[in-house]
């Protein structure tokens, strides 16, 4: 296997392949940094222009696009508080605080190198452990899942804000928003009213630029048309140098990178998961938690390397069983389907240029994104924000509409989307955290398809939930930081409750 | 308003809201009704501390130290930004997209206090030929067709 790795690697660095790569991680920050357009949506449109390339640089492109996309998301998030992928929504916690306080440029630094370490150690991850790690994960099954989509849930909703109930309240919302539409298992329709625009359900995407992207555009849009922004936000080359960068954050990276690659594994938890867990691993080993949401760069560091990590340890179970992790990851079966490779375990032994120079230039794209995110992409970006603020809310508006229009060309989702946009807002003037909202959306769904299928599989015997060595694992893990934090809550009210008397 | 109130209120508004849902879900499909009646009555469940605390709050006259953020900073502004934007999603499909983005632009900018008309125009026209470009040419994006071009 290393032998076939080595001799991937002048594949990798073909000409062609290293335009495709360059032009592909272009695309991908493009496209991430635009909200409401996404890596699924650019690959997908990809695909069919590649027919009559050859698969290696066809799979350049969707790697540049890949890696790309998921650093071009950081920059929205950190200057508008827009993530502009599902992924970014962690990188938003300290991001914008930090363009507040003027230190813009700082958090796209660190969000650029802390992405390119995720995608690096990612790539590394796909390429040395990728036959081992496909064993572990066949040892989960519906109930492990279920007790992951909890576990992601409640951690969320317990650590993100000031008050457990309120948490709590916010992702149960997002776990009924999710619920709207035909059931996936018995098909019958749930909370849709009788109205046929319900039976679908809320698409994510809306549900969240609606919910993450409306609220702070409609708050800018309330201040006068003076500079919402700090004008040093924009400055790229402020604090550390690079080699600070790498002393202060290396625990963090190697941390969040782990807790990433962990997740990519998974076939169905994607970025934001990955993003969300490293952040509040980040958070709880903190010395100084309440500085988490305040504009803390370690916060930064932490999902942006999550989500990052996540990108190529995700095509694990796709090259090495077929299974397709995330939607990115059935796209890329789909390319090299395209091309006439059958994924599965033969793709290694049939095509191992292939498949292997794929893992290549998964690696090497991770590296550009210092050259191209930190030298290009993100100046480039920057200055765009620095519109007059009566002019960047109405642009970012279209910019909204565009997004959510082609995502299903109705014009009711416009709509939805403004109707979220004021829950959000709402939301957030009554100090409930919005992450658990999302996450309830995106997660409800998964926790229940794998309940329901751990009690078919069962026979309705309630206790398979927690007698797998596994779930246990993950039970117990999940009650001790819910002990935790109601400790903490319980202090911190006793202490208030002095204090005030 | 103080902040205990909007608290009650919430907290209230959550209740009605955890109790439809598992009042609803207990008419779903066997297994289906799992998790609607769940989440309904954990809603429930969790907006009573919500509740009970600030019910206490105000009953003991206690006002919270924090600073009350308003629910809308400038109601005046808020509005118009929304009206704008039901304007421009009601005139997208018969106006075309390029047209209607550019009006919205062209009208909400000095709606927000913007007051340089050379400055909103040439933003205006770089911001939508990009557009074009980028979801005309490049992405072949199906986009509501401009009224003049429409047959």
């Known amino acids: 296997m290393f032998e076939s790795l080595l001799n991937a690697l002048p594949v990798a660095l073909q000409l062609g392949s290293l335009i495709s790569l360059v032009v592909g991680t272009l695309i991908g920050i493009m496209i991430g940094a635009l909200p409401g357009l996404n890596p699924v949506m650019a690959i997908a449109l990809m695909l069919p222009l590649t027919y009559g390339f050859d698969p290696v640089i066809a799979l350049g492109l969707v790697a540049g696009i890949y890696n790309g996309s998921m650093y071009g998301g950081s920059i929205p998030a950190i200057l508008l508080n827009i993530p502009g992928t599902p992924a970014a929504i962690a990188t938003t916690f300290d991001g914008y605080p930090m363009t507040r306080k003027g230190q813009g440029g700082l958090a796209l630094k660190t969000a650029c190198w802390s992405s390119a370490i995720g995608g690096i150690v990612s790539a590394l991850a796909l390429m040395t452990l990728a036959p081992m790690l496909a064993k572990v994960t066949l040892a989960f099954g519906p109930s492990e899942y279920f007790w992951v989509a909890i576990f992601g849930l409640v951690s969320i909703a317990v650590l993100v804000g000031k008050d457990i109930s309120k948490g709590m309240l916010s992702a149960l919302l997002g776990v009924i928003i999710g619920l709207v539409g035909v059931d996936a298992i018995s098909g019958a329709e749930r909370y849709t009213f009788g109205t046929l625009y319900l039976v679908g359900g809320f698409d994510l995407l809306i549900v969240l630029i609606g919910l993450y992207a409306v609220p702070p555009v409609l708050e800018m849009a309330e201040k006068r048309n003076a500079s919402y922004f700090n004008a040093d936000s924009f400055r790229v080359t402020d604090g ?58 370690i916060g930064v560091a932490a999902a942006e390397s999550g989500n990052s990590a996540d990108n190529a340890s995700a095509m694990i179970p796709s090259l090495t069983l077929g299974i397709p992790g995330n939607l990115i990851a059935a796209l890329v079966l789909g390319a090299l389907m395209i091309h006439g490779l059958q994924p599965g375990p033969q793709l290694f032994t049939r095509s191992p240029d292939v498949v292997f120079g ?34 960047l809310v109405p642009t970012t508006l279209v910019l909204m509409a565009i997004g959510i229009y082609t995502v299903n060309g109705n014009v009711t989702d416009l709509y939805v989307m403004l109707a979220f946009g004021l829950i959000g807002y709402l939301l957030n003037r009554l100090a409930f955290p919005l992450a658990p909202v999302v996450l309830g959306v995106l997660l409800g769904p998964m926790a229940e398809q794998n309940l329901r299928l751990t009690m078919l599989i069962s026979q309705n015997d309630w206790t398979v939930l927690f007698t797998r060595p596994i779930s246990l694992g993950i039970i117990i893990l999940l009650a001790t930081i819910l002990l935790s934090q109601s400790w903490k809550a319980l202090r911190l009210r006793r202490h208030s409750a002095r204090h005030d008397s | 308003m103080p902040m205990t109130y909007r608290d009650f209120f919430s907290g209230i508004a959550f209740l009605i809201i955890g109790a439809t849902t598992a009042w609803m879900g207990k008419d779903f499909f066997a297994d289906a009704a799992y998790i609607p009646i769940g989440a309904g009555i954990l809603m429930g469940v969790f907006s009573l501390p919500l509740i009970w605390r600030s019910t206490r709050s105000l009953l003991a006259r206690h006002h919270s130290s924090q600073p009350v953020m308003a ?12 009206g704008c934007c039901l304007v421009y999603y009601t005139a997208l499909p018969s106006v075309g997209f390029y047209t209607t983005s550019a009006l919205f632009i062209i009208v909400l900018a000095p709606v927000l206090g913007e007051r340089r008309p050379v400055v909103v125009l040439g933003i205006t026209l770089v911001f939508i030929t990009l557009l074009y470009g980028l979801f005309a040419m490049v992405l072949r994006r199906p986009l509501p067709v401009e009224f003049f071009l429409a047959s």
């Open chain 1, 358 to 391: 794929f893992m290549w230039q998964l690696l090497l794209t991770a590296m550009l994104l210092l050259l191209l995110g930190g030298m290009v992409a993100t100046r480039l970006f920057a200055q765009i924000l620095r519109m007059p603020t009566a002019l």
């Open chain 1, 240 to 297: 550390d140098g690079s080699l600070g960068l790498v002393r202060r954050y290396w625990r963090t990276w190697t941390r969040s990178s782990v807790i990433g690659v962990c997740v990519g594994i998974l076939p169905g938890a994607g970025g934001n998961l990955a993003a969300l867990l490293s952040y509040n691993e980040a958070k709880r080993r903190a010395p100084d938690p309440e500085t988490f949401g305040t504009g803390n760069p």
């Open chain 2, 71 to 82: 629910l809308v900073d400038h109601p005046g502004r808020f509005l118009a930004t929304l």
